[in-house]
Nanobody, 126 residues
Framework: QVQLVESGGDLVQPGGSLRLSCAVSGSTLYYYSMGWFRQVPGKEREGISCISTSDGATYYADSVKGRFTISRDNAKNTLYLQMNDLKAEDTAVYYC???????????????????WGQGTQVTVSS
């Protein structure tokens, strides 16, 4: 079973940038999707980006499209989320996750993922 550890969360001013990392230990051979989610208290976990490991296709929620970029470094077994032009509404705990399957129709659904990290806090405030 894989383990995922996020890092890179911080306090940043509006308009700033952050890069989150997700170090994946263990075999990822059978995982077909890798994604980023975020959650604020009292709300459901929101899928914000996903990458299909079979073809590298990337997917984004409308709320982050054009500002966030997902990528992976296979050699380092690490997933990244580059976040630019951050807004106060981006404040949340960010989680990475991997799934044994990939569903283009609902890649954003938390139920499609099988293993999760513990999360890293991102706070956007002046």
């Amino acid at each position: 079973q894989v383990q995922l550890v996020e890092s890179g969360g911080d306090l940043v001013q509006p308009g700033g940038s952050l890069r989150l990392s997700c170090a994946v230990s263990g075999s990822t051979l059978y995982y077909y999707s890798m994604g980023w989610f975020r959650q604020v208290p009292g709300k459901e976990r929101e899928g914000i980006s996903c990458i299909s490991t079979s073809d590298g296709a990337t997917y984004y929620a409308d709320s982050v499209k054009g500002r966030f970029t997902i990528s992976r470094d296979n050699a380092k077994n690490t997933l990244y989320l580059q976040m630019n032009d951050l807004k106060a509404e981006d404040t949340a705990v960010y989680y990475c996750a991997v799934g044994l399957s990939f569903w283009a129709t609902d890649w954003w659904a938390a139920r499609r993922y099988d293993n999760w990290g513990q999360g890293t806090q991102v706070t956007v405030s002046s």
